[in-house]
């Protein structure tokens, strides 16, 4: 079967406090800079809290775009504030772990943000990652989210930069 070891990271141009707001705020369900690739429904205990839970809807072709939509549940399992939110998956199209985690780099300014996708998919997923690139669409989703958010917020007056 395969399974996904994957870390990908970008270098947002916003201080770690918004940066950390902003994450909070996407895995809530505010659907900012992860949409179109994927959305986020919380739990009735938010992400933000360790025992909470995310439902995690990857919208294969875009939201309200039709083809298949992968769900599946995320837990919170720790929260480290400003520096790294935890999660297992527990249900659905995946098994495994995630981990976002945020380091301040030159003097604050700026923050690299890495998530590491550790995850093996399940049911139907698993027949189709015999043939499509399940980890290479997580990356590029993923960058195109972290490239969304450092716009998002450099438009907000933090400056520009990009993903790595």
Do not use: C
Request: no cysteine; charged share 20%; glycine share 12%.
């Amino acid at each position: 079967m395969n399974s996904y070891d994957i870390v990908d990271e970008a270098i947002i141009d916003a201080p770690v406090e918004r940066v950390w707001e902003a994450l909070v705020a996407e895995l809530g369900g505010a659907a900012h800079w992860w949409v179109p690739h994927n959305t986020f429904e919380p739990g009735a205990v938010g992400p933000e809290r360790e025992g909470g839970s995310t439902l995690v809807t990857v919208h294969t072709k875009g939201v309200d775009k039709g083809g298949p939509k992968l769900r599946f549940t995320a837990r919170t399992t720790a929260v480290e504030p400003g520096r790294r939110l935890a999660a297992d998956y527990v249900a659905g199209a995946f098994r495994g772990s995630s981990e976002f985690r945020l380091t301040a780099v030159d003097g604050g300014a700026r923050t690299r943000l890495s998530m590491a996708f550790q995850a093996a998919p399940q049911g139907w997923l698993r027949l189709l990652a015999k043939v499509a690139d399940i980890g290479a669409e997580h990356s590029r989703a993923t960058r195109n989210a972290f490239a969304h958010l450092d716009a998002l917020l450099a438009g907000a007056g933090a400056g520009a930069g990009g993903a790595r």
